[in-house]
């Protein structure tokens, strides 16, 4: 059980980090090796490392190759414009780190299933155990747009665009690996906190494929489903969601860069940490389209009770158990499976 809970909240770049493939900015034409022989080379890079591994990072190596190129570019998440160069950003940037500031939000990006992915300080920074509701959910997405007819059809005005939600979106994760995978797909984000909807937005038209005109996202900002428009009503072909879901009693199992960097409100779900997923199981029957999926994303010793409440709605349950056998999504759906 510890276990368990330790790993489902757990946050550190143990678990969660990689360098990207190549850097985002000035570089693009540099490889990844090229970039860390470089920065390994600056003469500040030892000290960076011996203070960072002093400080208790496991990947003292990785976090001072990142910060040492984010202390080099000009936009760096929550920081102040550096007034000497980059020798006070790296100063700045280093000493958040030091003091327990998870590493993607000082330099606003996280490397998610090959996507970099903007993040801002305060804001839910997502885990890689998502990739499974990720990858799902462009499955199931993709066999709506398949049974509609060809992909360059769609939204012609002919077929149907498959329409998908990421609720509690946070960056937008889910939508953004949709919207990589699935470009006729119409996506809709939603969220509590206005400036993650806005970072969702971002990112999905950072992913949406090359070719697009322009991305079709809409962003919202929601309490659960409430706060959706009215023309979605019964028209939505998949909701997917990593609710809040660690329990209050799990508070202790927490690491201190997700308590004191992260918002509760995006951490825990109440005493069985089911408050949020139950609400969004019950308001979901409201938005859903007949033959549409819901797809959560939990925890495995949560899965029967979500999956009762579930059934006393008639809806019928899957569940998918993630590879570490700790992490599930459960996939909901009205009436009978195709
Ligand atoms: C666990 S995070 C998941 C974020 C994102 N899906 C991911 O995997 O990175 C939960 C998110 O739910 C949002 N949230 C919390 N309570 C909410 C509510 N009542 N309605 C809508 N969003 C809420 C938080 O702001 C947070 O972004």
Same mark, same amino acid.
């Given at each position: 059980?510890?276990?368990?809970?330790?790993?489902?909240?757990?946050?550190?770049?143990?678990?969660?980090?990689?360098?990207?493939?190549? *850097?985002?900015?000035?570089?693009?034409?540099? /490889?990844?090796?090229?970039?860390?022989?470089?920065?390994?080379?600056?003469?500040?890079?030892?000290?960076?490392?011996?203070?960072?591994?002093?400080?208790?990072?496991?990947?003292?190596?990785?976090?001072?190759?990142?910060?040492?190129?984010?202390?080099?570019?000009?936009?760096?998440?929550?920081?102040?414009?550096?007034?000497?160069?980059?020798?006070?950003?790296?100063?700045?940037?280093?000493?958040?780190?030091?003091?327990?500031?998870?590493?993607?939000?000082?330099?606003?990006?996280?490397?998610?299933?090959?996507?970099?992915?903007?993040?801002?300080?305060?804001?839910?920074?997502?885990?890689?155990?998502?990739?499974?509701?990720?990858?799902?959910?462009?499955?199931?997405?993709?066999?709506?747009?398949?049974?509609?007819?060809?992909?360059?059809? *769609?939204?012609?005005?002919?077929?149907?665009?498959?329409?998908?939600?990421?609720?509690?979106?946070?960056?937008?994760?889910?939508?953004?690996?949709?919207?990589?995978?699935?470009?006729?797909?119409?996506?809709?984000?939603?969220?509590?906190?206005?400036?993650?909807?806005?970072?969702?937005?971002?990112?999905?038209?950072?992913?949406?494929?090359?070719?697009?005109? *322009?991305?079709?996202?809409?962003?919202?900002?929601?309490?659960?489903?409430?706060?959706?428009?009215?023309?979605?009503?019964?028209?939505?072909?998949?909701?997917?969601?990593?609710?809040?879901?660690?329990?209050?009693?799990?508070?202790?199992?927490?690491?201190?860069?997700?308590?004191?960097?992260?918002?509760?409100?995006?951490?825990?779900?109440?005493?069985?940490?089911?408050?949020?997923?139950?609400?969004?199981?019950?308001? /979901?029957?409201?938005?859903?389209?007949?033959?549409?999926?819901?797809?959560?994303?939990?925890?495995?010793?949560?899965?029967?009770?979500?999956?009762?409440?579930?059934?006393?709605?008639?809806?019928?349950?899957? *569940?998918?158990?993630?590879?570490?056998?700790?992490?599930?999504?459960?996939?909901?759906?009205?009436?009978?499976?195709?």
């Amino acid at each position: 059980m510890a276990r368990s809970l330790r790993d489902r909240v757990s946050t550190g770049i143990v678990t969660r980090f990689s360098l990207p493939p190549e *850097s985002r900015h000035s570089r693009g034409f540099d /490889s990844r090796d090229d970039i860390n022989s470089r920065v390994q080379a600056d003469s500040r890079f030892p000290q960076t490392v011996a203070t960072l591994r002093a400080a208790g990072c496991v990947f003292a190596e990785d976090e001072a190759v990142i910060l040492l190129e984010a202390a080099a570019e000009h936009d760096v998440a929550g920081s102040a414009p550096a007034v000497g160069g980059s020798e006070q950003r790296l100063d700045e940037l280093v000493a958040r780190r030091v003091a327990g500031e998870p590493l993607e939000q000082i330099v606003g990006w996280v490397d998610f299933a090959g996507m970099r992915l903007q993040v801002r300080p305060g804001v839910f920074v997502p885990r890689q155990r998502t990739r499974m509701l990720a990858e799902h959910t462009a499955t199931v997405t993709k066999q709506v747009a398949d049974s509609r007819g060809s992909g360059a059809e *769609s939204g012609s005005g002919t077929v149907p665009r498959p329409v998908v939600l990421e609720a509690f979106c946070g960056v937008g994760p889910v939508a953004s690996a949709v919207a990589a995978s699935v470009p006729e797909a119409a996506i809709h984000v939603g969220d509590a906190d206005e400036q993650a909807v806005r970072c969702a937005v971002a990112n999905v038209e950072a992913y949406a494929r090359a070719g697009e005109s *322009s991305a079709n996202v809409t962003g919202h900002v929601l309490d659960c489903l409430h706060g959706l428009p009215d023309e979605l009503r019964h028209g939505i072909d998949v909701i997917a969601a990593v609710p809040p879901y660690v329990p209050v009693t799990a508070v202790d199992f927490l690491p201190r860069e997700a308590l004191d960097f992260e918002p509760s409100t995006a951490l825990f779900g109440g005493v069985d940490g089911l408050d949020l997923v139950r609400r969004l199981i019950a308001e /979901s029957l409201d938005w859903l389209a007949p033959e549409g999926a819901l797809l959560i994303e939990l925890g495995q010793d949560q899965v029967a009770e979500a999956t009762g409440f579930a059934t006393e709605r008639e809806l019928e349950a899957q *569940s998918h158990l993630g590879e570490e056998e700790q992490t599930v999504v459960l996939e909901l759906r009205p009436g009978h499976w195709n």
